[in-house]
Structures are given as C-alpha cells and as structure tokens.
C-alpha cells in the first residue's frame, strides 16, 4: 500500500532522520523515499549499534505516524485492512 503517499507522510521519513542524527550521531548519506517504503544509506560513526533495533524503532516511529493520520482521514477501509494483516504476535 503507498501509505506515505496516501497520508502524506514523508515527512516522519525526514523527522527519522533528524532523530538519528541528534540522538545516535548517525548520518543519513543517501536515501529514496518511495510510496511505500524507504531506502537509505546511513554512516554509523560509533561501531556499537543494533541495526535491527534501530530500525525496528524508526519503522514503529513512523507506523504510529502514518496509523494517526489515517485516522484523522477517516481512512477506515485503509485501517480495517492493516489491521486484518496483523499476526497473532504483532497483536501482543
């Protein structure tokens, strides 16, 4: 689903980055923001980091962002959908 697109949400993208760079010193050197996903390349100055982590943090950051502009509009089929794709996991 292109769900920056729909919400209008490249924005969180950008916030990400600004988050990685004032709280973890990490460098965004390239990146591509497509309308449902986002490549990256970004400088880790300091070797001990969990990229998965990190990652899982920033797509969490940026769900509950696009979630929140989803409901303001009034995007129920939009959020029925996702919400029918969670596994019993995801749910907990």
């Known amino acids: 689903m ?8 490249y924005d969180t ?26 490549h990256c390349i970004l400088y880790f ?16 950051f940026m769900a509950y962002e696009i979630v929140n502009r989803l409901q303001q509009q009034d995007q129920k089929d939009i959020l029925a959908t996702l919400q029918n794709a969670l596994t019993e996991r995801e749910i907990r």
């Open 13 to 38: 993208v950008y916030n990400w980055f600004g988050i990685l760079k004032t709280q973890k010193n990490i460098e965004t050197i390239g990146y591509v923001i497509m309308p449902n996903h986002v």
């Open 45 to 60: 100055p300091d070797e001990n980091f969990d990229l998965n982590m990190l990652l899982s943090n920033g797509k969490r």
């Open 2 to 9: 292109h769900l920056f697109d729909i919400t209008d949400s």
